[in-house]
Every structure is written in structure tokens, then in C-alpha cells.
């Protein structure tokens, strides 16, 4: 917990969250969220969905909790199709839902691993990164992320303004 001190002392480093990113998740309605990151993933991940790089995932889920949104991804795999469910409360995150495993980390931790500033190890050992649930189902879904090439995923334009942000507070 950090506390009102550390901050008027800056001794916390400031979470950098850009502001189109927190515009989309606190006003964007959750099933909107939902069906847009469901759509998308499963555009982004169709061959290796049919490749079964994703099978892992069957009859499990992942939660990835971004810790100063209100923001849970749900993510399983059913069938040929991601299903992923957008939770904005944590309170239902924490009681109703079922997840077999859980990553968790702050905007800025995500948005640096997204550009590449930064490896999930590192973040993890550095403790921004934690693990909850099926550490196995964890380090798979984790070693499996980064594997990807976001560069080539997310649209030229999110994916400059994500490197532009983390450059700023490099």
C-alpha cells in the first residue's frame, strides 16, 4: 500500500497510464469492452488459435487484472474462439468469477511490456508482475504473450502512441 507521505514526497514513481487508455475503460460500457477485446483477440490470434498454441486454455481461464484500472480480462478458449469476459468491478472480479489463474500489474507494467521496454521476468522479480491460482497455467499464458510481436498485432497507430508513453518515462 502506498501512502499519502510517499506520494507528496514523490517517492513513488507515477503511474504514466495514457489518457485515451483510461478515457476507453472507466466510460467505455463493459459490454462493449468485452465484445471489442473478444472480436480483436480472436482476429490477432487466429492462426495460432488454429494451431493450437492456445490449447492450454481449454476448460481454464486466465485473469489478467490491471491493478490501477477498473479493468479484469477473463480470458479461455472454446473450441476455435477466445472467449473473453470484461469485468470493471472488483468486487465481481474477486467473488463471482472463475479464473484458474491470475496475472496482475499496473498500467505502466503492461504498456511497458507491450512496447518492449521491458521482459515479464523482470518485471516479475522486480515484483510488478504477480502471479496468483495455477502458477503453471500462469507461466505458459505469460511465456506465451511474450512470444508475440505486438509491433505486428496492434494497429501502427496505438502501437506508436504505447512507445511514445513509455520513451517519455524512460
Request: glycine letters at 4%.
Amino acid at each position: 500500500m502506498i501512502s499519502l507521505n510517499a506520494i507528496f514526497k514523490h517517492n513513488v514513481p507515477q503511474l504514466f497510464t495514457p489518457k485515451w487508455l483510461k478515457r476507453l475503460t472507466y466510460f467505455t460500457p463493459t459490454e462493449t469492452l468485452k465484445w471489442l477485446a473478444e472480436q480483436r483477440l480472436n482476429v490477432l490470434f487466429k492462426a495460432q488459435i488454429q494451431a493450437g498454441e492456445l490449447d492450454f486454455l481449454r476448460h481454464q481461464s486466465v485473469c489478467i487484472e490491471v491493478r490501477n484500472l477498473p479493468l479484469f480480462l477473463f480470458v479461455s478458449l472454446d473450441g476455435t474462439t477466445l472467449q473473453v469476459i470484461v469485468v470493471k468491478s472488483p468486487f465481481v472480479a474477486t467473488y463471482m468469477m472463475r479464473c484458474d489463474g491470475k496475472l496482475s500489474g499496473d498500467s505502466d507494467s503492461f504498456l511497458e511490456l507491450i512496447a518492449g521496454h521491458c521482459d515479464p521476468d523482470t518485471l516479475f522479480f522486480r515484483r510488478k508482475l504477480s502471479i496468483a491460482g495455477d502458477t503453471e497455467l500462469c507461466f505458459t499464458f505469460k511465456n506465451w504473450l511474450d512470444t508475440q510481436d505486438p509491433a505486428g498485432l496492434i494497429p501502427a497507430s496505438v502501437y506508436q502512441s504505447i512507445q511514445h508513453y513509455v520513451a517519455q518515462q524512460a
